[in-house]
């Protein structure tokens, strides 16, 4: 399937592929191609034109001094990099200490729940468990919007793992003061069948 | 404060689970899936109770010690009172057209019921100075000062009592003067004297006149004769009696006249030619005439007025005798049954005209109710001013049956009063390949019900339809069907009667699918038979699915223990007899089910003869070989009753044949005479399922049971303390309770409970015994528990070593290896006394248990096991209340609405038999007496299964909706979609 995002790359290049010759879908596909339009319409791009590689060989007209203004417009994309990234690794930070808030709540409804095994408790201690578990699985896509070769990431990433551990030991300690891990002699000998016995003896009183 | 909020919630939940009965039912639930049967017995005597107006009765009283109205139209029960086991009914006759008079308890109860309703009107209590045959004579029409006595010879004395109030009139003592036994009590007809004839040291014949209106003795004359007398004096005349002399080879008519009496011998052999062994006078009062009974015939002899003896007639000695009956114009007639083959011929003869039948009928009998036993003659009049006979016959398998105009009127199958064994047996499977015809209509039908049910439940049924609703619960044919079903709950009951008789029974309604009337049972002249036990015999799982189940019945062909045994196998399906083992050459007196089968499905039995033989069944050689093998850790006891002695025994190496093995004993437990003697013994059922072996209490800790099939629970008490209820001072009486491991005779627990007695009604069951006795100080019942645990077990606690599988808990068990136990007990008190107690039983064992106690008012109450754990206390620890365990109480609670019989009083009750279906949750109840009733009881509800009137159609409907409801909706959203994306 084709989706609207993808045809707005097809665009750029003014090449749009029709696989249909069916009139109806030809048409509902340029109506998706609008759409997409109308997608492109509102997204951000830009045309790089500080890369002037090419024009160095030429002249610069006459009058024209290229040393300061050039400097300082280096410098002021170099102070905005730079905000940008204290702004990236303090996001970062913030997404990493997002879990431990998500503990604390945890923590409090595990706590009202109560430990005895009802619908309400199990829910909470398996979403306590699931939760911290589908934000591991995700780590690098949480952090991904902050990715800057000058912003490190591994610390805040840690904390995350870390916390986000933490919550699943929570659910595991939750689990097991709710009786449900496996721990007690009595989890793996309560259905354990009688013992067969070797000898066999009947009888009784005599029949009257 | 979270807290707090938890712990009341969690009281609260206590609370309702403790209120709440475990198990209920509602009004139209009665009947869906119980049964109750009302039986009387085998009828002993008979009264008719015919008046022109008003509904025709018929009056008994039976071998059960019951008194019963029947009515006489439909064999209905009207009323029935069933007397205690020892109030046995030796009277029964009806007094001033309105009084049902009865005498039991060998004639010292004397009672007076209500005819229309059986309410009882008087009681009196007669008491004698010696032991006697009890006489009852109601004169019909004897007025003395405004009443009418009613004349009791019982206990040596001649009692005269008010019919109207139960009052004494005058009592005459004849064990003052001498030690006469009174045989009959002859009340002439319009005279004020009562005749009372009898016999002092069997050698003197004595006849006293007493006056009816004081006692006083007017005349005794008396005659002896030195050969001394067999049997009862039998009245022919108003004074002619005739009785057989001692060598019962002489007849003796004894002739009163004018004060003295004369005796006149007659041999028999000059009355029949030939054998004339076991000579009988038979009871039956015909006037002028009496009957005389030999093994090869009957005959019917005339006193002549002067004093000869003349044979009438001669009959086969298969035939039945009534007594006479009067006729309006003062003739008297008789009837007598001849049996014949699949038939019976019912003659009735006039007393003066013995020559001819006055009417001969010919009914046909299904043979499988055997021999006629007794007869019972009434007449009517009928519309042409001519004697009309109905008889009331009882057959030998004990059923009831009425005959007029050559006709079965209706029969009653009343051998089920005297269940003695049961069994069960499953149903066929169902074939497949029902016809398509037979499937939509039962679709239709379903459906059908499946919507009257829907409207009950959206209270939208007429009254009708309610009712039609109800019907269709009530005779589901699903429930009557003739094959096996899913749940278990179809199955087969297998009752042995007293009457030797098996009965299939279907657990739907109780039919009778089919009976047989057992050839190795029946009892002749020369022995009496009766059945012992039933067992299953094959119960094809596997190998043999093409055979039918069958079963085993164990007789015994005499009196006595050694009497030679009767077994017979007969086909679960069909009742066909398929093999006649029997007459054994050996006697039976315990039967063992061994635990292994032949290749055939036959379960191996062990019958242990009187001799400590023990006698191998089947006898196959393959059978031989198996139990060859495993002879070694074969072992029985005896217990030994009279002599206080428990005795252990194992197989002999050598063996006098093939299949009877000697016996060698292995130990004896000798309970001292002078202080124990031995009242119950419990063993736990054989085929009974434990699921685990661990017990889970209170923080996850675990105590392990001690499972052991050999043990028994013996129970003895001190022998001052053996008779009833207060009859020994606390001080005196001692209860003792074991529990015996029967391969070794070890105890494994012994305790006292002094100032205890008996009767003691025990149930054993997994780990644990449940005991019912009467405690002496505190003047109550008292229920124990013991719970009996492995000790040698108890060290199985670590988690790692039980999860890679290093513990001793799978390995196989001996007793050899001693184990230490451990018990907990504990005593409650309980309001009732018991006649049976029992347990319920489910296929895996995981179900918790239910105690069925058969109360003393004849009703089946369910009392569930944790009532009775001895862990309870006064004050359970937060984790032993999550697990389950109650707050110890003094005594045990009856809660009315778990009474399994609800409504029902099974009369009589003498056991209660519980049979796991399929289904896990739940445990099938036959209780037996003198009634039957069945039901099934689910002690922790039926978590596997969705209720009986769980609305299909409701479910099916909704899933209907839903997924139309989802189609629409799929449908909408894509027109939506599109006219969005033409926007």
């Known amino acids: 399937m084709i989706t609207g995002t993808e045809y707005t790359r097809y665009d750029l290049d003014h090449s749009v592929p029709v696989f249909c010759t069916d009139p109806f879908s030809l048409s509902l596909q340029l109506l998706k191609m609008e759409k997409g339009k109308g997608v492109l319409g509102s997204r951000k791009w830009a045309v790089e034109f500080t890369d002037n590689s090419s024009t160095r060989d030429i002249l610069d007209p006459p009058g024209f001094t290229r040393a300061s203004p050039d400097q300082d417009d280096s410098s002021l994309t170099r102070q905005k990099k730079d905000a940008e990234a204290n702004w990236k690794s303090q996001k970062a930070w913030e997404v990493a200490q997002a879990p431990f808030k998500n503990l604390m709540m945890m923590g409090f409804m595990m706590w009202m729940a109560g430990n005895t095994v009802h619908l309400f408790s199990i829910g909470i201690t398996f979403s306590a468990l699931w939760q911290p578990l589908s934000a591991l699985q995700g780590v690098g896509k949480v952090f991904e919007p902050y990715k800057d070769n000058k912003v490190d990431l591994l610390a805040p990433k840690l904390l995350y793992i870390a916390l986000n551990l933490g919550g699943m030991l929570l659910g595991v300690w939750k689990l097991n003061s709710l009786g449900l891990l496996p721990t007690h002699a009595s989890d793996w000998v309560s259905s354990l069948s009688p013992a067969h016995e070797v000898e066999f003896s009947g009888g009784g009183a005599a029949l009257y | ?983």
């Not at chain 2, 009387?40 to 005597?45: D, S």
């Not at chain 2, 939509?440 to 939208?460: V, Y």
């Open chain 2, 1 to 983: 404060m979270a807290m707090a909020i938890k712990l009341s919630l969690i009281l609260l939940l206590c609370l309702s689970s403790l209120l709440a009965p475990s198990f209920s039912l509602f009004e139209d639930q009665v009947g869906l899936m119980d049964w109750h049967q009302r039986y009387i017995g085998k009828v002993k005597h008979a009264v008719f109770h015919t008046q022109k107006a008003g509904r025709k009765r018929v009056l008994v009283s039976t071998e059960e010690n019951v008194i019963a109205s029947l009515d006489l139209r439909r064999g209905e029960i009207f009323w029935r009172h069933v007397l205690g086991p020892n109030d046995v009914v030796d009277k029964i006759d009806i007094a001033l057209g309105k009084y049902v008079i009865t005498l039991s308890s060998e004639g010292s109860i004397l009672r007076a019921w209500n005819l229309p309703d059986g309410q009882m009107v008087w009681e009196s209590f007669l008491s004698g100075s010696k032991y006697s045959k009890a006489l009852l004579t109601v004169p019909s029409n004897l007025k003395v000062d405004l009443d009418s006595p009613i004349f009791v010879y019982s206990g040596g004395c001649l009692h005269a009592i008010s019919s109207i109030d139960g009052e004494y009139l005058w009592k005459k003592d004849f064990a003052i003067e001498s030690s006469v036994d009174v045989h009959q009590l002859i009340l002439s007809g319009g005279s004020d004297v009562v005749h009372a004839v009898g016999v002092t040291d069997s050698s003197q014949f004595d006849t006293y006149e007493i006056d009816v209106k004081n006692g006083g003795l007017l005349k005794h004359t008396s005659a002896s004769f030195p050969g001394g007398v067999y049997g009862e004096i039998l009245p022919v005349s108003g004074d002619r009696f005739v009785v057989l002399d001692a060598s019962r080879s002489v007849v003796l008519l004894i002739t009163v006249n004018n004060g003295a009496t004369h005796l006149q011998q007659t041999h028999v052999s000059d009355l029949i030619h030939g054998s004339s062994e076991n000579t009988v006078i038979l009871p039956s009062k015909l006037s002028g005439i009496f009957s005389l009974r030999t093994d090869s015939c009957i005959v019917f002899v005339k006193v002549t007025d002067e004093g000869k003896l003349n044979v009438m007639e001669k009959v086969d000695k298969t035939v039945v005798v009534s007594d006479a009956l009067a006729l309006s114009e003062g003739e008297q007639a008789f009837a007598l049954v001849q049996q014949g083959d699949s038939k019976i011929e019912l003659s009735v003869r006039l007393v003066h005209d013995m020559s001819s039948n006055h009417l001969k009928e010919t009914v046909k009998m299904d043979h499988e109710r055997g021999f006629v036993h007794k007869i019972f003659i009434n007449n009517y009049v009928r519309t042409d001013r001519s004697h009309g006979f109905r008889a009331l016959i009882v057959m030998e398998d004990h059923s009831l049956l009425l005959l007029q105009q050559g006709e079965i009127v209706w029969t009653r199958d009343d051998g089920l009063a005297s269940v003695i064994d049961v069994t069960t047996s499953e149903l066929p499977v169902e074939k497949i390949g029902v016809s398509v015809a037979k499937v939509e209509h039962s679709l239709f039908e379903w459906l059908k019900g499946h919507m009257l049910k829907l409207k009950g439940t959206l209270m939208l049924a007429t009254p009708d339809e309610v009712a039609a609703i109800q019907q269709i619960r009530l005779q589901s044919s699903q429930k009557n069907k003739m094959t096996r079903d899913h749940n278990g709950f179809r199955k087969l009951l297998i009752l042995l009667t007293r009457a030797g008789k098996l009965y299939a029974l279907h657990t739907g309604n109780g039919r009778v699918v089919w009976s047989t009337l057992l050839q190795s049972l029946r009892t002749t002249s020369q022995q009496q038979c009766a059945g012992l036990k039933l067992r299953q015999w094959q119960v094809p799982h596997h190998h043999a699915l093409d055979n039918n189940p069958s079963v085993l019945v164990v007789g015994r062909c005499g009196l006595s223990l050694t009497s030679p045994s009767a077994l017979s196998i007969v086909d679960a399906y069909t009742g066909k007899e398929l093999q006649n083992l029997g007459p054994a050459e050996h006697s039976t007196v315990q039967v063992i089910t061994l635990p292994f089968r032949d290749s055939t499905e036959q379960q191996l039995h062990l019958l242990i003869d009187a001799d400590k033989r023990a006698h191998l069944y089947p006898t196959t050689p393959e059978a031989a070989s198996i139990f060859q093998r495993e002879s070694e850790n074969v072992y029985w006891y005896s217990v030994e009753s009279e002599a206080g002695i428990l005795r252990g025994y194992g197989v002999k190496k050598t063996h006098s044949s093939e299949y009877s093995f000697e016996a060698r004993n292995l130990w004896s437990i000798v309970f001292p005479a002078e202080s124990e003697k031995i009242i119950a013994t419990v063993t736990r059922k054989p085929n009974e399922v434990v699921h685990t072996q661990a017990k889970v209490i209170a923080d996850e800790d675990v105590m392990y049971k001690y499972i052991s099939k050999n043990m028994v629970f013996v129970a003895t008490v001190s022998p001052k303390a053996s008779g009833p209820i207060g009859s020994a001072t606390p001080d005196e009486s001692v209860l003792v309770v074991y529990l015996i491991d029967t391969v070794t005779g070890r105890i494994l627990h012994r305790m006292t409970h002094l100032g205890s007695q008996g009767p003691v009604h025990a149930v054993l069951s997994e780990n644990w015994v449940v005991y019912h006795y009467f405690n002496l100080r505190a003047h109550r019942y008292e229920m124990s528990v013991i719970e009996i645990y492995d000790q040698s077990r108890a060290e199985n606690k670590d988690v790692l070593k039980l999860i890679v599988g290093k513990h001793n808990l799978t390995t196989p068990v001996s007793s050899y290896s001693r184990p230490e136990v451990t018990t907990k007990s504990q005593s409650y008190f309980f309001t009732h006394s018991v006649k049976a107690i029992s347990v319920s039983s489910t296929a895996k064992g995981i179900t918790s248990k239910h105690l069925l106690i058969g109360t003393i008012g004849d009703q089946v109450l369910a009392l569930d096991k944790r009532f009775v754990d001895p862990r309870r206390s006064l004050n359970p620890t937060q984790a032993e209340k999550e697990e389950g365990l109650l707050p110890l109480t003094d005594a045990l609670p009856i809660i009315p609405q778990s009474y399994v019989t609800h409504a029902f009083k099974v009369e009589g009750l003498r056991g209660i038999e519980t049979i796991p279906a399929k289904l896990e949750s739940t445990s099938l109840v036959f209780a037996y007496g003198v009634d039957l009733f069945y039901t099934r009881i689910a002690p922790s509800k039926t978590y596997d299964s969705l209720t009986e009137d769980f609305n299909y159609a409701l479910l099916l409907l909704t899933i209907v909706a839903l997924v139309i409801a989802i189609f629409v909706t799929w449908v909408l959203s894509e027109r939506k979609d599109l006219q969005d994306k033409w926007r």
